[in-house]
């Protein structure tokens, strides 16, 4: 990672904007500009190409450092404690972003395409999707995101799981609001097929409270029982607390401490009953 680097004087193997230009040249893309993308965390840029915007992300030995691949990695080896731990490469983590970018999309929700995986050197790659111009929903307000956004967000994931996909990382952060008002999940790098039903509503739990952030408990869990049904928002209920949570959302719960418990209340008064723990 980069602190082994500094210590031992390596210089960091990061390409910056003009090698990831000219990475994309030598592989047919007619580049005009690279810029940093404000919208995700990681490191991801915009690239302007004369047949449209890419979005690009890097993915190499310092992104350790950002803890990026940690998090996959660890997504990876704890997956299943059951089973033998097996080693786990730079190629695997490419195969499991590809995968489950893949996955995504075969589901039909969206996520933006994945158009690319460009390896260079022996442990750097870099993962070349459309881009999607938009905003986060963590950076709108309530007046901007309108109930057929949210009912949007509620039909995206009921596609994930009539399919079995879990994002596992749904938050005010990883869905975005395209300037057209259709909703987009980024970054599903951390989720997983065939997933288990306790996945399937955690991701549920994680997209109620990313949006309760922004237009309240009301409308969240009304457009959500609208969409989805009672008895799958009552499911997710259980797993509304903050381990279960992004940690961009577990941020944002603590201006708003109580709405964890304002949700649950919500879910319990719509839908009728009060829902069974784990």
Same mark, same amino acid.
């Given at each position: 990672?980069?602190?082994?680097?500094?210590?031992?004087?390596?210089?960091?193997?990061?390409?910056?904007?003009?090698?990831?230009?000219?990475?994309?040249?030598?592989?047919?893309? %007619?580049?005009?500009?690279?810029?940093?993308?404000?919208?995700?965390?990681?490191?991801?840029?915009?690239? %302007?190409?004369?047949?449209?915007?890419?979005?690009?992300?890097?993915?190499?030995?310092?992104?350790?450092?950002?803890?990026?691949?940690?998090?996959?990695?660890?997504?990876?080896?704890?997956?299943?404690?059951?089973?033998?731990?097996?080693?786990?490469?730079?190629?695997?983590?490419?195969?499991?972003?590809?995968?489950?970018?893949?996955?995504?999309?075969?589901?039909?929700?969206?996520?933006?395409?994945?158009?690319?995986?460009?390896?260079?050197?022996?442990?750097?790659?870099?993962?070349?999707?459309?881009?999607?111009?938009?905003?986060?929903?963590?950076?709108?307000?309530?007046?901007?995101?309108?109930?057929?956004?949210?009912?949007?967000?509620?039909?995206?994931?009921?596609?994930?799981?009539?399919?079995?996909?879990?994002?596992?990382?749904?938050?005010?952060?990883?869905?975005?609001?395209?300037?057209?008002?259709?909703?987009?999940?980024?970054?599903?790098?951390?989720?997983?097929?065939?997933?288990?039903?306790?996945?399937?509503?955690?991701?549920?739990?994680?997209?109620?409270?990313?949006?309760?952030?922004?237009?309240?408990?009301?409308?969240?869990?009304?457009?959500?029982?609208?969409?989805?049904?009672?008895?799958?928002?009552?499911?997710?209920?259980?797993?509304?607390?903050?381990?279960?949570?992004?940690?961009?959302?577990?941020?944002?719960?603590?201006?708003?401490?109580?709405?964890?418990? %304002?949700?649950?209340?919500?879910?319990?008064? %719509?839908?009728?009953?009060?829902?069974?723990?784990?």
């Amino acid at each position: 990672g980069i602190a082994v680097r500094m210590i031992s004087g390596q210089p960091s193997v990061t390409p910056g904007g003009r090698k990831i230009a000219e990475i994309l040249r030598e592989h047919g893309h %007619e580049v005009t500009s690279v810029r940093s993308d404000p919208v995700e965390e990681h490191r991801r840029y915009i690239v %302007e190409t004369t047949k449209g915007p890419l979005g690009v992300l890097v993915l190499d030995r310092d992104s350790e450092g950002t803890g990026f691949l940690v998090r996959v990695l660890d997504q990876l080896r704890t997956r299943e404690e059951v089973l033998p731990r097996q080693a786990v490469t730079m190629r695997r983590a490419i195969d499991q972003l590809t995968l489950l970018s893949l996955a995504v999309n075969r589901a039909g929700a969206r996520t933006p395409p994945l158009r690319n995986v460009l390896r260079f050197g022996a442990d750097s790659a870099l993962l070349v999707h459309d881009h999607i111009p938009g905003r986060p929903l963590s950076s709108l307000t309530a007046d901007e995101v309108t109930d057929e956004m949210l009912s949007d967000l509620w039909r995206q994931l009921a596609r994930l799981r009539k399919n079995q996909v879990a994002h596992r990382r749904v938050s005010g952060r990883t869905i975005l609001i395209g300037d057209d008002g259709r909703v987009w999940l980024l970054n599903p790098s951390g989720g997983e097929v065939a997933a288990p039903d306790l996945a399937l509503r955690t991701d549920l739990a994680q997209a109620l409270v990313a949006a309760a952030l922004v237009v309240g408990t009301d409308r969240t869990v009304d457009t959500a029982v609208r969409v989805l049904g009672a008895e799958a928002v009552a499911g997710a209920v259980p797993l509304l607390q903050p381990i279960a949570l992004a940690r961009s959302s577990r941020q944002g719960l603590r201006e708003r401490r109580s709405l964890l418990g %304002e949700l649950r209340d919500s879910v319990v008064s %719509e839908v009728g009953w009060e829902p069974q723990e784990i």
